[in-house]
């Protein structure tokens, strides 16, 4: 079983940067993927990393502005966002799977953190 707990969320302005951070524990997963839900919203993919290579995936929507990372010894992955927008204003959860199955389908994912509010003020 694999737990993830997020950190480091809160209200930022526009134009603004947060880092969230989501230790893992347990065991390692092979990927971990970023997702955030606005209320009313359907919940959607914002990045992913593959533990072993580091490779990378961000959505369109906050490519360029935001970067997911991890640091191995410290069993954390990491969501670098920049030029935050109200528009990023969401639960942001970390999401852990070992499956081959699409990585940006929050249907692939097994384990979940609780998540952490980000809000982005205009």
């Known amino acids: 079983q694999v737990q993830l707990v997020e950190s480091g969320g809160g209200l930022v302005q526009a134009g603004g940067s947060l880092r969230l951070s989501c230790v893992a524990s347990?065991?390692?997963?092979?990927?971990y993927g970023w997702f955030r839900q606005a209320p009313g919203k359907e919940r959607e993919f914002v990045a992913r990393?593959?533990?072993?290579?580091?490779?990378?995936l961000h959505a369109d929507s906050v490519k360029g502005r935001f970067t997911v990372s991890r640091e191995n010894a410290k069993n954390t992955v990491y969501l670098q966002m920049n030029s935050l927008k109200p528009e990023d204003t969401a639960v942001y959860y970390c999401a852990a799977t070992d499956k081959l199955s699409l990585s940006t389908s929050s249907f692939s994912y097994d384990n979940w953190g609780r998540g952490t509010q980000v809000t982005v003020s205009s």
């Open positions: 990393i593959k533990s072993l290579s580091g490779s990378t």
């Open positions: 347990g065991r390692t997963s092979s990927t």
